[in-house]
């Protein structure tokens, strides 16, 4: 069965400051990868995706960056956050039109 | 370009009740419409899709959705809600053939009173 993991859970960190949060796929061969952001209260808006390592594709422009530096895992970060950065992060693999998300981590920039 | 629209923010219902959440959508090609739920805090569960065929779906723990052409809506509907269908529905699109980009709705928060 596959299983997609994030890391950390939750955040704080510092307005200026750097983020890395990581995704992780087992027991799916060569997904199709993305990242959501999802503000407060809101609706879920697609950042990037990825369907192969080495290939990421930017759907939103945030001040983020991704990366797919093995088969299995996404990065997204940036080097200086900003207030507007704060929500929730959806690491999410899919398959044939059905779409599967990790548990998110929640982001709060102060 | 892909729209949807969750007409209704909130929707509260008694637990036995039966519901309806709305969701239509425009998009001028081929899509895939489905329904996801996002309990508070916690990431979304994929419940159902519809591609073509049998305009009436159905998902996980007793929902349904019908896919109506002419009224280029997909709602989704329980007979008898639970109070631990108490959660966040999303519908969403995506068109077939690219890169299973979804485009989510506003969202309907349902809540079921014991």
Known sequence: ?110 | TQTVSQSDAHVTVFEGDSVELRCNYSYGGSIYLSWYIQHHGRGLQFLLKYYSGNPVVQGVNGFKAEFSKSDSSFHLRKASVHWSDSAVYFCAVSATGGNNKLTFGQGTVLSVIP
């Open chain 1, 1 to 110: 069965a596959q299983t997609i993991h994030q890391w950390p859970v939750a955040e704080i960190k510092a307005v200026g400051s750097p983020l890395s949060l990581g995704c992780t796929i087992k027991g799916k061969s060569s997904p199709n990868l993305y990242w959501y952001w999802q503000a407060t209260g809101g609706t879920l808006q697609q950042l990037f995706y990825s369907i192969t390592v080495g290939q990421v594709e930017s759907v939103v422009q945030l001040n983020l960056s991704a990366s797919r530096p093995k088969d299995d895992q996404f990065i997204l970060s940036t080097e200086k956050l900003l207030l507007s950065h704060s929500g929730f992060y959806l690491c999410a693999w899919s398959l044939a039109a059905e779409v599967f998300f990790g548990k998110g981590t929640r982001l709060t920039v102060v």
